[in-house]
């Protein structure tokens, strides 16, 4: 019976050995280790060179971690970049990403990194680009906490890329003024025209959405059961006198998609049957057509003002 208590005992010890903790250092999230990575950031922002090369040490490097092949980067390219960045981007800022916050880790006596947590903002005024590139970064210290010896950044390179990718030409598809599928967009208009519902409503696939993108919250699209009760409405008040197309509508054909948009611009005079008096409203119509034909998607802009009181 004793060996079996000694035995409990023992494991008992040796389970609470197990769990034991080390602390191994301190988290601060005030410390002059942010304040120096804060000011290192303004002056990054600002393209303040001068101010950048006193604030670290001698063989400082950095890492741009997202790359394929990350390896150490000198601080002449660093300094370009925040030259290039500071001159080119419109607003540019780069802040606390929400409610994050810094954290200043000091391990042992002598080794302190701080961690960011980041977004980069701003508009690239060449191109108009609107950065929005989440960004964490590890800064370390030298032994004494004064200067920074290196720079650990993580990022978006996509979103990178993109903005490169703004600079030049890319063909996404084909656009046409004149296409057999250019009809479902007239003859939409056309039974629009005439009140025939019937023959409008055929037009539609039986899931298709629509959106009323002035006169409704965003996001509300309708069924199309929903937009004849609305068009039915909208005719116990109204006569269409006359659509007239204005100009002409495109059809974009855009690679990897069967569907086809079509965007057009319509005159459509009305008529108030109360009071006899007649407008001329303007239209804007977008349509998704798909492979067979149906319309599964439309967006069509006008101004309720427009219509005659």
């Known amino acids: 019976m004793k060996k079996l208590v000694l035995g409990v005992l023992m494991l008992s010890v040796m389970s609470i050995s197990a769990q034991k903790k080390?602390?191994?250092?301190?988290?601060?999230?005030?410390?002059p280790g942010i304040e120096l990575v804060n000011e290192f950031t303004d002056a990054f922002v600002a393209g303040d060179a001068e101010k950048l090369k006193s604030m670290v040490t001698e063989d400082f490097k950095w890492w741009q971690m997202n790359s394929m092949e990350p390896k150490p980067l000198t601080l002449n390219r660093l300094l370009r970049r925040s030259n290039y960045l500071s001159k080119n981007v419109i607003g540019l800022q780069i802040k606390d990403r929400g409610s994050a916050y810094s954290d200043a880790m000091e391990y042992g006596k002598d080794d302190l990194n701080v961690y960011t947590y980041q977004i980069l903002k701003g508009f690239d005024k060449n191109t108009g680009y609107k950065f929005q590139i989440p960004r964490n970064s590890i800064f370390f210290f030298s032994k004494d906490g004064k200067k920074i010896s290196g720079l650990s950044v993580s990022d978006s390179q996509l979103k990178w890329k993109k903005s490169y990718d703004a600079w030049g030409t890319t063909k996404n598809g084909t656009i046409y003024k004149d296409h057999p599928m250019i009809s479902k967009a007239r003859l939409l208009y056309a039974y629009i025209e005439i009140g025939?519902?019937?023959s409008m409503k055929a037009l539609y696939s039986e899931n298709a959405t629509i959106l009323d993108v002035m006169n409704s919250e965003k996001d509300a699209s309708k069924s199309v059961e929903e937009e004849m009760e609305s068009l039915k409405e909208f005719y116990k008040q109204y006569e269409i006198l006359n659509v007239s197309e204005s100009g002409y509508p495109d059809l974009f054909e855009y690679e990897g998609s069967d569907n086809k948009t079509i965007i057009s611009w319509w005159d459509i005079t009305v008529k108030n049957k109360k009071s006899n008096?007649?407008?001329?409203?303007v239209h804007h119509s977008q349509i998704v057509v798909n492979k067979e034909g149906k319309i599964i998607n439309e967006q069509y802009y006008f101004n309720a003002s427009q219509l005659p009181k």
């Open 196 to 198: 025939d519902m019937e």
């Open 277 to 281: 008096a007649i407008k001329e409203a």
């Open 22 to 31: 080390h602390k191994n250092g301190r988290i601060y999230d005030q410390h």
